[in-house]
Structure formats: structure tokens, C-alpha cells
């Protein structure tokens, strides 16, 4: 399997997506026509897809769930955690005790 780097040109990366496509298609046994009435997408949608040209990212998500491989963006793309840097920042900030003026405030109400 060709592996996708940031060194590669765009058009290189849509070819290789493209192929992926197509190969997840015909594993499906499943016709391009087929695909695209599933997915709710125009047949040239798939046919440029997987001819390397691209589509619009709205229409690639149909695509994926049409062939049931829409969780496999959170492989390539997992939610970011909070970085440990903005983590410890927040700690370091947090409150360790109660403002008195706060606390007076709340007796006068009472």
C-alpha cells in the first residue's frame, strides 16, 4: 500500500485517495452507480473521486458513510486532547481558596 507523506503533491495524495476508493468499492463489490445513489452524489462525484480529481469534502463524507468507512476519519484525524503545556498552564492558574469579599457578600445576603 502506497503510504501518503506531506511531501507529496496534492494531486498525488487525491490519486492515491482516489484508488483507495475505488479498491473499498470493488472489495464491496459495488458499482459506481450503486455508490453514487447511496451516497446521494451524482455519479461523476465518484467517477472524478476515484479518477483522482477530488470532490468536495461534503460529498467525500457521503461517500465514506455510503461504504460504511466513515469512522475511519477519526484514525486519520482523532480528536485533539488538550496539550500538556495549555494543561499545566490552567493547573497552575487554578483557584486554591475562596475570596473574602466574596464570602461577605453572601453573608449580607443572607
Not at 450503486?34 to 480529481?53: F, Y
Not at 486532547?81 to 445576603?109: E, F, H, V, W
Request: with cysteine; glycine share 10%.
Amino acid at each position: 500500500m502506497e503510504k501518503i507523506d506531506s511531501g507529496m503533491s496534492d494531486k498525488m495524495v487525491l490519486e492515491i485517495l482516489g484508488r483507495r476508493i475505488r479498491q473499498e468499492r470493488m472489495n464491496q463489490n459495488v458499482t459506481q452507480k450503486a455508490l453514487a445513489a447511496k451516497g446521494g452524489v451524482a455519479i461523476i462525484v465518484v467517477q472524478r473521486l476515484e479518477g483522482g480529481k477530488g470532490c468536495g469534502l461534503r460529498a467525500f463524507i457521503k461517500i465514506l458513510r455510503a461504504l460504511d468507512r466513515l469512522g475511519q476519519i477519526d484514525l486519520f484525524f482523532p480528536e485533539p486532547g488538550i496539550s500538556p503545556l495549555l494543561l499545566a498552564r490552567y493547573k497552575s492558574k487554578k483557584r486554591m481558596r475562596a475570596r473574602s469579599s466574596s464570602i461577605r457578600q453572601l453573608n449580607q445576603t443572607e
